[in-house]
T-cell receptor
Framework: SQQGEEDPQALSIQEGENATMNCSYK?????LQWYRQNSGRGLVHLIL?????REKHSGRLRVTLDTSKKSSSLLITASRAADTASYFC??????????FGKGTRLHILP | DGGITQSPKYLFRKEGQNVTLSCEQN?????MYWYRQDPGQGLRLIYY???????QKGDIAEGYSVSREKKESFPLTVTSAQKNPTAFYLC??????????????FGNGTRLTVT
């Protein structure tokens, strides 16, 4: 069963605009992580937010976590062509598994 | 440079044959993971190992087997019992597997095609 679900499934925006994608999950978590995957490659870790944190920043990335709603969002500001990729949220569960969602495909238009 | 190496990048097999995918890490990480990725389905956990000589089933372990005889290595065997083995397989590692798994480091995957 899928723990995390990203929304939207696909997103196309103009270069320079901000991109927002959301993740919802079902059960209690230890932390939530966001990853990027370029086509045909492995995933690259972007940012980790713990269950007792509400917001975290890393460069052009901003992640929020609302444990009461069991949801998280990833904001990429001032998007660039190189941001074109799939983005996944992953939840770290109490039994030490880390479970991924289906991802959001982001396409930055020139 | 430290990292995870998966080999080969592409693998072709005939139906009914077992095949073993290699995963080696030199990050000195305790935990290692195998995921399967199909189009539109994200990543699904096959097996994971928190320490040498120990591993646990993930969500889709049927038709797969693993071993963890060395800290650096976590090979995955796709057996003939796996009904739909054609997929992109990703290996990952983390410093530890405990409460609050730290970031995973991924290899670049093996694309397996079975005909």
């Amino acid at each position: 069963s899928q723990q995390g679900e990203e929304d939207p499934q696909a997103l196309s925006i103009q270069e320079g605009e901000n991109a927002t994608m959301n993740c919802s999950y079902k059960t209690s978590i230890n932390n939530l992580q966001w990853y990027r995957q370029n086509s045909g490659r492995g995933l690259v870790h972007l940012i980790l937010i713990r269950s007792n944190e509400r917001e975290k920043h890393s460069g052009r990335l901003r992640v929020t976590l609302d444990t009461s709603k069991k949801s998280s969002s990833l904001l990429i500001t001032a998007s660039r062509a190189a941001d074109t990729a799939s983005y996944f949220c992953a939840t770290s569960l109490r039994d030490d598994k880390i479970i991924f969602g289906k991802g959001t495909r982001l396409h930055i238009l020139p | 440079d430290g990292g995870i190496t998966q080999s080969p990048k592409y693998l072709f097999r005939k139906e009914g044959q077992n095949v073993t995918l290699s995963c080696e890490q030199n990050l000195n990480h305790d935990a290692m993971y195998w995921y399967r990725q199909d189009p539109g389905q994200g990543l699904r956990l096959i097996y994971y190992s928190q320490i040498v000589n120990d591993f646990q089933k993930g969500d889709i372990a049927e038709g797969y087997s693993v071993s963890r005889e060395k800290k650096e290595s976590f090979p995955l065997t796709v057996t003939s019992a796996q009904k739909n083995p054609t997929a992109f397989y990703l290996c990952a590692s983390s410093l530890y597997a405990g409460l609050g798994v730290p970031p995973l480091h991924f290899g670049n995957g093996t694309r397996l095609t079975v005909t």
